[in-house]
């Protein structure tokens, strides 16, 4: 798998989850193989220090390929599709550098006070395995459920506040604005700057 279709190249998570599930069987590979490319990118993000690095991506690219096929009813959110099949092959990645027993914690943490301005976004093994931590983490922080939803949606998992609305109003049959999501999610981050495990995760207790 080389080179992508142009036809293809620019789908968003949504368009690709489609295609994935297209009974076409012409668009259906072309956006498999557009996946592959993109979570190749994602291994190879994982594993970059890695004498095989570039071997040991395709592999887990190709695995995690094959795991999204398989699993692909699972991902309930289209918008989403993209951001779930990175985490399969993450994981994937940070397996096999676990089993190579080459798996380093990071120094630093990224500072908590950034969820302010922007989602997080992995750059290496070390901030892969942290955000999962994190996520752990929030799931369990004093926050209502929906408040779960919004701060790890935008933050972790880098989901647009369209699309967090969207399903925050199929949930609660009532019509919930991205507006409303932003005031939300900014007084439970002030929260959360106060409680104490997120203290203690980046070093500051």
Same mark, same amino acid.
């Given at each position: 798998?080389?080179? %992508?279709?142009?036809?293809?190249?620019? %789908?968003?998570?949504?368009?690709?989850?489609?295609? #994935? !599930? $297209?009974?076409?069987?012409?668009?259906?590979?072309?956006? *498999?193989?557009?996946?592959?490319?993109? +979570?190749?990118?994602?291994?190879?993000?994982?594993?970059?220090?890695?004498?095989? $690095?570039?071997?040991?991506?395709?592999?887990?690219?190709?695995?995690?390929?094959? !795991?999204?096929? =398989?699993?692909?009813?699972? #991902?309930?959110?289209? &918008?989403?599709?993209?951001?779930?099949?990175?985490?399969?092959?993450?994981?994937?990645?940070?397996?096999? +550098?676990?089993?190579?027993?080459?798996?380093?914690?990071?120094?630093?943490?990224?500072?908590?006070?950034? +969820?302010?301005?922007?989602?997080?976004? $992995?750059?290496?093994? &070390?901030?892969?395995?942290?955000?999962?931590?994190?996520? =752990?983490? +929030?799931?369990?922080?004093?926050?209502?459920?929906?408040?779960? !939803?919004?701060?790890? &949606?935008? *933050?972790?998992?880098?989901?647009?506040?369209? %699309?967090?609305?969207?399903?925050?109003?199929?949930?609660?049959?009532?019509?919930?604005?991205? $507006?409303? %999501?932003?005031?939300?999610?900014?007084?439970?981050?002030?929260?959360?700057?106060?409680?104490?495990?997120?203290?203690?995760?980046?070093?500051? &207790?």
């Amino acid at each position: 798998m080389k080179n %992508l279709p142009a036809s293809t190249q620019n %789908l968003n998570s949504a368009n690709l989850y489609t295609d #994935c !599930r $297209s009974n076409n069987k012409e668009r259906q590979h072309a956006a *498999y193989q557009t996946l592959w490319h993109y +979570l190749y990118r994602v291994a190879l993000n994982v594993v970059y220090d890695q004498p095989d $690095s570039e071997a040991l991506a395709q592999d887990c690219a190709q695995e995690g390929l094959i !795991r999204v096929h =398989k699993r692909i009813d699972e #991902c309930r959110e289209p &918008g989403a599709f993209k951001s779930w099949a990175r985490r399969i092959v993450s994981n994937l990645a940070i397996d096999e +550098l676990r089993r190579r027993k080459r798996l380093i914690r990071p120094e630093n943490h990224e500072s908590f006070d950034k +969820l302010n301005s922007q989602p997080i976004r $992995s750059q290496n093994i &070390g901030a892969i395995i942290e955000l999962e931590a994190l996520r =752990k983490m +929030l799931e369990q922080s004093p926050m209502s459920d929906r408040s779960r !939803r919004v701060v790890i &949606g935008r *933050y972790l998992d880098a989901l647009p506040d369209e %699309l967090l609305a969207q399903k925050e109003s199929e949930i609660t049959q009532s019509n919930v604005r991205p $507006s409303h %999501l932003q005031v939300t999610r900014a007084k439970n981050i002030k929260k959360l700057r106060k409680w104490m495990p997120i203290h203690t995760f980046f070093g500051k &207790g």
